[in-house]
């Protein structure tokens, strides 16, 4: 053998043979949390992309669609006018313009961030606690209902949901090295959650409370995490102001019936029944699963779980170099409780907001914690008991794929439009009718508006006759979308009796499983 060469293998810059001892360990061993999370980011991918278009987009993915088509200066007033913060209606604004609109354009950024945020919430209960609760945490994240479901529709839920996991992660990750790079990172992504929804701010609101009430923390990040938080909260004051002179409106809406909340009779009520309807399965879960959830959220509210690792680097870290858990626990707490009780008391003090899908802020601190409370039983037990509802999760995507929870206004469109019927006239039975018949036109290629009339669904007796006199003269044929026969249990006979009233009769009902109804009515001779 050449000396040479013996020298050189032998050397300092010699290749270990440790990867092929490496290589000899069984694959069991060779698996780590991280490959499980990404096999979970897989997943979470497919579950969102893969069935994108198949339902119609209903009335608020279309509402943003008429915001996201118009100029920018448009875009602007409109999400004044509706206190809905702009950032994601921006996003969409740039996407449908390069590749066009559809429900899968539509969708596309909603489902992205789902897909991001699977990934974000591993790392987020890796930092704080270990890879175990990271994995955990981010299989419900990859299977749960809510975030399913809200990643697959096109509006900004799923962004809310992104930035408070990013929010608590960068949080964390500044609290271990304060710099400010990490800084930098922290301020834009509460800048980011406030401006991605009205309860992004309340999510902000919790983080900033929790970073400066908690010793550890706060001595963690020192000025950087102040200064960060600081500039956030600065940029979010023009913003603020206009929601604070919008409230009038928004009261408005209440009174007028537009706007379909109300306050809660009881606060600890309304605040456990959200916290129960954040549970990861689409339908009302069995009694078992639904107090599993509940115990595993509250042993990880109360309890502890392996040592966090954020703040090692701190300058002035505890005893054992590491945040105490506690601290950890009161944050995730902070972030899970904070956002859903401020929304309850500003609704029952102010002007009703609250609604499950505002709290999504909340469900990225939820899910940790319940994968916290997981690792506090003994033995494998706690890893039982959550893989087993991630398992009655999963079996529940089934109702989920197959049902329809938005309606068929594109079927119901694509019926108008092959009758013709953008050269009758269109009566709608509601407010909600016009948007979304002629949103879903544009959807399917067809611009041309039709023409509508809306005769509201509250009337009857002469007032009635009045309305459907005035819409149909000089008609001989008309069609009648009717919405929300499902949930308002309206008795659509009285609106029927007059139209035969008025000397009309059905010639053709297209009825769908979800709403709406429509109804082709001829003048008799």
């Known amino acids: 053998m050449d000396p040479a060469a013996t020298t050189v293998v032998n050397g300092p810059d010699a290749i270990p043979d440790a990867p092929e001892s490496e290589l000899r360990r069984p694959l069991r061993e060779r698996l780590t949390w991280d490959h499980g999370a990404m096999v979970l980011v897989v997943l979470g991918a497919i579950l969102r992309f893969a069935d994108l278009g198949r339902q119609s987009m209903w009335y608020d993915e279309l509402f943003t669609m008429l915001v996201t088509t118009k100029s920018l200066p448009g875009l602007m007033r409109i999400a004044i006018e509706d206190t809905t913060p702009p950032f994601y209606y921006i996003l969409q604004h740039f996407l449908i313009r390069a590749f066009g609109i559809s429900e899968v354009t539509m969708r596309f950024l909603p489902a992205l961030a789902g897909v991001i945020t699977i990934w974000v919430v591993y790392l987020l209960g890796k930092r704080l606690f270990s890879p175990k609760v990271g994995f955990w945490a981010a299989g419900l994240m990859t299977v749960g209902a809510l975030p399913l479901r809200y990643s697959q529709e096109a509006r900004a839920y799923s962004f809310m949901m992104l930035f408070a996991a990013l929010s608590l992660l960068a949080l964390a990750s500044l609290a271990e090295k304060p710099g400010v790079f990490r800084a930098a990172l922290f301020g834009l992504s509460l800048a980011a959650l406030a401006y991605s929804h009205v309860y992004g701010a309340f999510g902000c609101l919790a983080i900033v409370l929790a970073m400066l009430a908690l010793p550890s923390l706060r001595r963690g990040v020192g000025w950087w995490g102040a200064g960060a938080a600081g500039l956030a909260a600065l940029s979010y004051v023009p913003w603020a102001l206009i929601v604070l002179t919008q409230i009038r409106t928004v009261g408005g809406w209440v009174q007028g019936g537009t706007w379909g909340l109300r306050a809660p009779a009881s606060l600890g009520d309304e605040f456990a029944r959200t916290l129960a309807n954040l549970t990861p399965w689409p339908t009302q879960p069995a009694v078992l699963p639904a107090l599993a959830f509940t115990g595993l959220l509250v042993a990880g509210l109360l309890g502890t779980a392996s040592a966090p690792q954020i703040a090692r680097h701190a300058k002035k870290p505890s005893a054992d170099g590491s945040i105490p858990e506690r601290d950890a626990l009161w944050l995730l707490g902070a972030a899970a409780v904070v956002p859903v009780m401020t929304g309850l008391?500003?609704?029952?003090?102010?002007?009703?907001?609250?609604?499950?899908?505002?709290?999504?802020?909340?469900?990225?601190?939820?899910?940790?914690?319940?994968?916290?409370?997981?690792?506090?039983?003994?033995?494998?037990?706690?890893?039982?008991?959550?893989?087993?509802?991630?398992?009655?999760?999963?079996?529940?995507?089934?109702?989920?794929?197959?049902?329809?929870?938005?309606?068929?206004?594109?079927?119901?469109?694509?019926?108008?439009?092959?009758?013709?019927?953008?050269?009758?006239?269109?009566?709608?039975?509601?407010?909600?009718?016009?948007?979304?018949?002629?949103?879903?036109s544009v959807v399917l290629g067809h611009p041309k508006q039709f023409p509508l009339a809306t005769v509201g669904r509250d009337l009857d007796g002469k007032n009635l006759d009045k309305a459907l006199g005035k819409a149909l003269k000089g008609r001989t044929s008309v069609y009648v979308v009717t919405a929300f026969v499902h949930r308002t249990g309206v008795d659509w006979t009285t609106f029927d009796d007059g139209m035969k009233r008025a000397g009309w009769k059905v010639a053709e009902t297209r009825n769908f499983d979800f709403l709406p109804l429509v109804r082709h009515w001829m003048r008799q001779r």
């Not at 609250?354 to 409370?373: F, I, K, M, Q, T």
């Not at 109702?399 to 009758?419: F, M």
């Open 345 to 440: 008391l500003l609704t029952r003090y102010v002007v009703p907001i609250h609604d499950l899908r505002n709290c999504l802020v909340a469900l990225p601190a939820v899910y940790v914690l319940v994968a916290v409370g997981a690792t506090r039983l003994k033995g494998q037990a706690g890893t039982i008991l959550i893989a087993a509802l991630v398992a009655y999760a999963v079996f529940g995507l089934g109702s989920y794929y197959t049902s329809t929870s938005k309606g068929h206004w594109r079927e119901a469109v694509t019926y108008l439009l092959d009758r013709g019927a953008q050269h009758e006239l269109v009566i709608a039975s509601s407010d909600y009718v016009p948007l979304d018949v002629n949103m879903y």
